[in-house]
């Protein structure tokens, strides 16, 4: 039994040994490098703009400026095109601005032999602008004078209310007690090890040929056809090995302009190739969200009523839009299913960097402020947390009013008592009484997350696979499913292992997606594939090893129902014997000159069906009031993601989720000026990102439960385990200090500010306590 | 329709503007160079060799010798394997050998910066040697103590004998004459325009890629992993585009080579790229052959027995071996089934450069012999060379007697009707009967050729097509057939586009093979492909084809059976209306949320058939007595080669056909000294390759068949148009100056002899006529 078993990664040879090709090491001898020339202003527009400088530069090889492109608007957002316009993705991007709308704006780009002459060409580009005043803060872009960013559309992007289950206002009136709590999530960024580089060329006058470190491969090339108007036949994308995207790749970036550039410069190789500096200004960041939440409950501990208004900014350009809004709201219906709730959201655009995909897209920042505000009402009545929760959470067997769906499986209960027992809840909260007071204080907290395991049905969600038989008894198996190193192709295999009873060596994953021939997949995003995958690959490799029994039988004149695979080899079940080995039956397929032929499978599957996962983090912290600091002493995630195809593999995706959390909880957060739209921090040094040094050791378990809409039980994990840690830890402050601090991150400058307006430490950071 | 149309090839662009890539075009920034330490001697084994200069050059990694191989021997020949002995190749190589057998032996090897470091550091390796003589000469190989070239294998690598129809002694007897002669063909090159090039490197610790300019990758993997000791799916070969085989591609060459030397050099990519001198001694060569032919012959015209004996050298090394003749030799059964036929065929050791495969397979050697001895036997009886032919080619209807099988299609009698026509053979050979005395000469000559359509019953015959539907309406198909410039991706295009009634321009052939991903097919050889991969494609297409319309009845609610594709519409038949374009179709089967799939279909076929195809060449000569110079006034080659797919295309396989047939005829022969082994024209300037302006004019035509076992009616077309050239040359020197010179190349130095020895000119080369 391959699925469960915490394999090998099927990469990891490639990659500790360095020799995995990512898209930097695909190179040409005649390569040509682009560099943007970026906005030095956040709000403006270009009056005059002058290359020649530029261009006349040795080494250069053009210039093109936003006179240079074409001029339709396109979205940039990873999601599979819509056939029905409510779902359709903003068009409000051209390759190349003359409408200045963040600092760092992308108004003109060089092509030159090299990075060192495009950097030089960039500083001969003379650009003068007309300034507007930034519209940064949500009060000025709602303004009602405010400028819209993009001419002829509202600053709000995207708004919407739903509700579900009794009347809302109703509930409210009859609950013992409302609480009112107001949040507000920072900008932070996906700091991936690889930054975004792709590069284009023409092998063919007809044809664009894109390498792309990208989630999206197939997305990339629908998108790029579009801006160019090329028929998507004609490009061609191919995604390397990946260094993480987080979702900062699951939107389509570099891939247009590197196209654009070949097919304007003769079918040249041009490659793009971000700074770190650029990758975080002039790709995407986590949607800031400020939110309003309302509870009513019952002195008996029910949730009968809530209310969220959120606002989320999307910055510059609308990406993925309102759309993370949106997703994040809906998670409220399958983590508290039974309260009757309304939620209302609005996205905003800003002159400050776009916002776009982000690990688990939208639900960190709405189930913080549910989750803080959850917390609050638990101590409203007095309840504890644990049983708080115990009591609203979901079960299997609710309905999720939202999708009208059941929930076919939820462990969230088993997670919380696992939790709980793991952090010793009851001996601490003891223990930790007498250190609420003084310097030095302890506190417990914890949250729950649930998060959905792909996109329907806001989007379709499909999936295919191939698989190959070799002449050596192994297979082959071609995905759409994209590697970017968070595991995927590994659990393909075991998949592939499971269902054709194959030994897991004997499974071998076509490790870059090449979209001429993969499967089509819409690729890496909302913690789908293993889940979408799974159906496509168990279809694949059903009908495969089907095909592998029928030429047994014809290679052995025994009847077919009595022939099994068995460790990769088949095996007569009447006899318990083992018939052949699987490169005797490989061998005369191919080879045999009358019989058999190449044993091939192939499946492509929608997944109509959506199954909600749960979860939960415990914190144990000592919160330093002098020096404004939160250590964690202890944390635990618990994980219900239905079967557990490879522990150790989703084991690091709870850590890297959890460390990610932890960065959002107490340091990250990208600074702008509220004045003039200036990024105080855009590299590693200032932009202050967790290293392992700053955390502390983590904790996880699972409640494995069986979804059955997966072919193997398995539901999402790639994006929740970032969830739930920043509410944990600022419940586990207010469980410390006795203060709701609703503003992430809880870094000493947000403490700083907290403790002196409680009077925990005076004006000069003195020690009050 | 797109079949029988001539579309411009799928990779005329590419190929125009330059930027079809090839295998040097794949760079590696670190890629090492290696060049083969060659013998200079013939035969021989080494004594002592001193590497230790070599390998302290500055710039040499490493070099190895015949002690670091492996020592398991294999064989080269391009064959896919074969399940039973009878069958199996020769195991006779070794990567590094310290056995000589030909001037150019391949002994150690260096590993270098660049090329001119290995190249200097091949002048630092000393060598000596045990010096045997050289055996070249069929009497010298056969003489009963001549040395082993393979110690403890016979020189003579292979022998068969076959008869078919009557009894033919009985047969001869029964002749009213019997008609003899004897007949040597040369050794020749292929001269394909790229020479061999590979290089190797492991993008894993467990895999090697191979990027190889092949005619057979999924050989190529199964072949390095035999010598290497590693399993086949830890092989990844890729073939981009190839600048020609013809043959000499079909052999495993290089691949073993650079695969053992990235795995020794810790997986870092190393490139040999050969020169044209390696190319020309050190691949292969095409088997010279001896050969006796006996025709027995009726007054009436019939011939009623024959009988062959041939000696075919294949060097240094098996390669092909002794099927090269056994190919050759069947071919008289589909050429002249009717009469009681005896083949008797031996294949030898030599110590000359390596035979292999060349175009036609043994084909060109046999039928030079039996069409000679034909027109002989013709002027025996004295009837006309054309009815002859007419009389006793094979017929439809006919039974090959080798084969058991009926030919289903044949032209040839036709084809021999049009050629006559073209060429004005009724008023020519009037003309010209004053042109029969004198020092200018004129003639007419003609040859039949027959051959197959891939290697079945010999070898399996497999081919394996998918295609898949771009959401742009176009297609994508993936073949394992292995374009090497002979066109065989734009055939499969076309047929394609046939069978989905699809426009030609909406069909995209994969351009590459890699043999983790494409469809299994043993390769280019045998002209087999547009005929094995036909029924491959038709499978994949109509599936393909019942998918889009099952998915356009799902969307339309019209019957199935209602619908159609007309050029690439979907159509309702009962309406005579189109209902909807195919790109309207394609991206409601991708991006409906809960209907249809992408939309695939594979298939892998064996083809149990093997279709015979024909053909004639006429040509009209003049020949210059004194200056012993040949020269073509018209030829032309007329074929059945089923339904043509591609008029323009098949014409350019008829020309390169008859300028590879006129070189072999006139001027091509690899010189090797028959006492030390020395080659003497191991290059482009001594070796005299035709060039443009070296041929005639060459026309061209085709009796269209419709061969039922193929899913398009065509057959074989890329070897066949080499065949008959020479015959008909020889038959024509024949014609105009009444000598039998039978051995090729007829070039002035042959004239000179043959016109000297039959006194037409003096001992000095004076004018005697």
Known sequence: MAVGKSVNRVDAMAKVTGRAKYTEDFYHPDM??????????????????????AENLDGVHAVFTYKDVPENKFPTAGHPLALTEDHKDAADRLLLTRDVRFMGDEIAIVVAQNELVANEALKLIEVSYDEYQPLILPEDIL????????????????????????????AFEKADHVVEGSFRTAMVQHCHIENHISHAYMDDL????????????????RIVGEVLNIPLSRIRVIKPFVGGGFGNKQDVILEPMVAFLTLKLNGRAVQINLSRE????????????????????????TIVARHMDAISITGAYASHGHSVAAAGGSKQSSLYPRAATSFHARTLYANTPVAGAMRAYGSPQIIYALECATEDAARKIGMDSVEFRLKNVARQGDINLLSGKEILSCGLADCLIKGRDFIGWGEKKKEYEKFKTGPVRKGLGLACLS?????YPVCVEIAGARIALNQDGTVHVMVGATEIGQGSDTVVAQMVAQTLSFPYENVLVVQAQDTD??????????????????????????????????????MTDIDVAGLDIVDGNIVDTRKSAQVMDMKTLAIDSFYHKERGCQLTAEASFKATTNAPVFGCTFVDITVNIPLCKIKINRMISVHDSGVIINPVQSGGQIHGGA?????????????????????????????????????????HDFVETFEPTSAYGNKALGEPPVISPPPAIRNAVLDATGLCINSLPLSPHTLFTAFKDHGLIDEKGGDNV
Chains 1, 2 share one sequence.
């Open 517 to 554: 021939v993969t499967p089509f997949d819409t690729g890496a995003y909302a913690s789908r594939q293993a889940y979408v995958v799974s159906n496509a690959v168990f279809r694949a490799a059903t009908d495969l090893r089907e095909k592998i029994l029928d030429h047994a039988a014809v």
């Open 451 to 455: 998060y959905a395991s792909g996109t």
């Open 32 to 53: 040509l490098v682009a560099k943007y020339f970026r906005s030095s202003i956040a709000h403006g527009r270009v009056t005059a703009i002058n290359t020649k400088k």
């Open 659 to 699: 460390f990610m959390g932890i960065g959002a909880a107490l340091s990250e957060e990208l600074l702008i000026d509220p004045k003039t739209g200036y990024i105080y921090n855009n590299n590693l040094l200032d932009y202050k990102f967790p290293t392992f040094t700053d955390v502390p050791p983590i904790h």
């Open 278 to 301: 650029e990758c975080i200004i002039g790709t995407r960041t986590r949607h800031p969200f400020y939110i309003d939440v309302k509870t009513g409950v019952m002195n008996d501990g």
């Open 143 to 170: 303004e009602e004078n405010a400028r819209q960013i993009h001419e002829g559309s509202s600053n709000i992007v995207g708004e919407h209310t739903y509700t579900f289950g009794n009347d809302v206002d109703q």
């Open 206 to 221: 007809d044809k664009i040929v894109i390498v792309s470190s990208t989630q999206i491969p197939h997305i990339a090339r």
